[in-house]
């Protein structure tokens, strides 16, 4: 039956969830020898928390079940850890993983809708993620869903967020009265040319979101319990679209990518810096 | 039956092809179809505002925020609503081209992007709100149908027939009020030519409202002894290739014709079909790579060639270079 969410993991199985993530994005992008592997590493502990941590209700055997949570990748060249989620989840066998990025794959670079099956939608090109979840959301109140089905969690990145439909998107969601949404913000400083505060500063971004009329929760977004306890909350409030604003570290988990984070943006590690990080990882170094 | 205006018949009063939006949501609507429409700030204009009246939870505003409204439109269409979004030709595709792209095109979604006030018919408002260049970026998107209409009736077909597919489509409508071609009712199929008059010596083809003129120009043609076949060819893609590929070897001559830059639009579309199948030759009559500008709509079109005559100009060159 496809009525509820998969069985949350305890805290030391959420952890192993986040490991294993970590370790498939490093190996996607050395296979394909490109890719995003700082921005997936920082937002590892909102997906395991999202797909294993009780918060969306989805069913990896019918992922167009009608009223099923969205997750949304609004930052869509965080591929990596999407797939690594979804294949761990059960979408697809984690034998494709390999395949990122290579010609004739359903792991596109960027996501593609229903490509594989669980991307919920197109993107790469960076904004658009809150306005499809608008939509979605007027969809699910249109169809008559129940005020705690169809929920719509969107994560997105803090550079993405220099982009105006973003804010187009947060006015009207609020206005239009969409409690359903749940923007997860991966707060972790940079972006593709460096460091966010230099390039175009988006602070006090908790304050603006407000400001717009949005509910806002702070919390550790390493902190993997942490973080799903702040989506559960989210996703129980009727009141507002909320937003979960994740402080996170671009690269985390893996030493040389988290203390060059803009050099690691989008490119993928040799032999020995793929063999140093899964060593890392599996010692949870960060 | 597709047939066009016969002089016997009493004539219609002008209208807009935009004016035809509102009452087919209405009754697309009351008909039962799953629709919900967008607009953004230009409702009064578009029309898209008349579904509010009955239908008041299937019509949104977002505001002047076309980006926005292109991709909750996607969104929506993702939990299968059909879906209207309205707008100003120059503001969508204008303001929110790659929304279309990657979130309507790319995804494939059930979305009817209802473009109002094309070309510079517009009029008054100048260059800035004078579309010359929406049909050639809209039939660069692989998938993506585009169609423009010559009168309301036509107008009127094409957007009740968008919602019986769940294809992403183009719909360019206009401003000004024009005579009624199709007085007789049009059944409109996506993808094929409307012949509306016969002739051997030339074919002249014609989008949106150089239809009209057109007609009216292939009159002057045959009073001069000159068989000149009339096609509507309202879409521009897929583009009718066989009507083309016949035209071009039954007569010989081709001219196009529409409001849009001559580059990008039906001429080009028309160009690759005879270029790749049938070269014969061609004459354009079109907005020549040039903006637009302010001016009574009547006297645009006079200052950028798009008339009866030019028509006429342009099919006598194209005969003379057979």
């Known amino acids: 039956m496809t009525t509820s969410a998969a069985p949350a993991a305890d805290a030391e199985a959420l952890l192993d969830v986040c490991k294993r993530i970590r370790r498939h994005i490093v190996e996607m992008t050395h296979a394909a020898q490109s890719g995003h592997p700082g921005g997936s590493l920082s937002a590892t502990e909102i997906f395991a928390a999202l797909y294993f941590g009780g918060v969306a209700r989805h069913d990896p055997a019918d992922p167009q079940w009608e009223r099923r949570d969205r997750v949304i990748l609004s930052k869509g060249h965080a591929t990596p850890v999407v797939y690594a989620t979804l294949a761990e989840a059960g979408y697809f066998s984690t034998d494709l993983i390999p395949t990122f990025r290579s010609l004739g794959t359903e792991l596109q670079g960027h996501v593609v809708r229903n490509k594989p ?120 409030r009727a009141d507002a679209p909320q937003v979960v604003i994740c402080k996170t570290v671009k690269g985390r988990g893996v030493s040389f990518m988290a203390e060059n984070p803009a050099g690691w943006h989008g490119k993928g590690p040799s032999d020995d810096q793929l063999a140093q990080a899964l060593d890392e990882i599996e010692a949870g170094l960060s | 039956m597709t047939t066009a205006r016969a002089a016997a018949f009493p004539q219609p009063p002008p209208a807009a092809t935009r004016e035809a939006y509102g009452p087919a949501l209405v009754k697309l609507a009351e008909a039962g179809h799953d629709i919900v429409a967008l607009d953004a700030d230009l409702s009064a204009s578009t029309g898209g505002n008349k579904l509010a009246g009955s239908f008041p939870d299937r019509w949104f505003t977002v505001g002047a925020a076309e980006a926005n409204m292109i991709s909750i439109a996607a969104g929506l269409a993702s939990t299968g609503k059909t879906v209207y979004a309205a707008s100003f ?234």
């Not at chain 1, 306005?131 to 969690?153: C, K, N, Y």
């Not at chain 1, 187009?168 to 593709?192: C, K, P, V, Y």
Request: proline share 4%; hydrophobic share 45%.
């Open chain 1, 117 to 236: 099956p669980g991307v919920e939608m197109s993107g790469g090109a960076l904004g658009m993620g809150l306005s499809f979840a608008v939509g979605v959301a007027l969809g699910h109140q249109l169809s008559g869903f129940a005020e705690d089905e169809g929920q719509i969690f969107v994560v997105v990145g803090d550079g993405e967020l220099n982009e105006g439909q973003n804010w187009e998107a947060i006015m009207s969601a609020s206005h239009f009265g969409l409690h359903r949404i749940t923007a997860i913000l991966d707060r972790n400083h940079f972006q593709n040319d460096g460091a966010g505060d230099e390039i175009m500063r988006i602070d006090p971004v908790g304050d603006k979101w407000a400001a717009f009329g949005w509910g806002v929760q702070h919390v550790d977004g390493h902190d993997v319990a942490a973080v799903r306890d702040a989506l559960l909350t989210a996703r129980a």
């Open chain 2, 89 to 322: 030709a120059v503001f969508m595709p204008g303001h929110c081209f790659d929304q279309i792209r990657v979130h309507i095109a790319q995804q494939r979604m059930n979305v009817k992007l209802i473009a109002s006030h094309g070309g510079i018919s517009v009029g008054e408002d100048g260059a800035s709100a004078q579309a010359i260049e929406d049909l050639a970026l809209m039939t660069s998107l692989p998938g993506m149908n585009v169609v423009v209409p010559c009168d309301s009736v036509e107008a009127d077909a094409m957007i009740c027939r968008a919602a019986e597919d769940v294809e992403p489509w183009y719909i360019r409508l206009g401003r000004p009020k024009l005579p009624v071609v199709y007085t007789e009712g049009r059944h409109f199929e996506l993808g094929a030519a409307d012949q509306l008059r016969d002739g051997n010596d030339v074919t002249l083809i014609a989008c949106g409202l150089m239809v009209e003129p057109t007609i009216r120009a292939a009159d002057v043609l045959a009073q001069e002894g000159i068989g000149a076949r009339v096609l509507n060819m309202a879409t521009i893609k897929p583009l009718d290739e066989q009507a083309v590929i016949q035209a071009a070897h039954e007569t010989g001559a081709i001219v196009c014709a529409e409001e849009h830059n001559v580059i990008g639009g039906l001429g080009s579309a028309v160009a690759r079909t005879l270029a790749r199948h049938c070269p014969a030759p061609m004459e354009q009559v079109g907005i020549e790579d040039r903006f637009g500008q302010s001016g009574p709509w009547t006297a645009l079109l006079q200052e950028y060639g798009l008339t009866a005559e030019s028509v006429v100009a342009a099919a006598k060159r194209a005969i003379a270079r057979k």
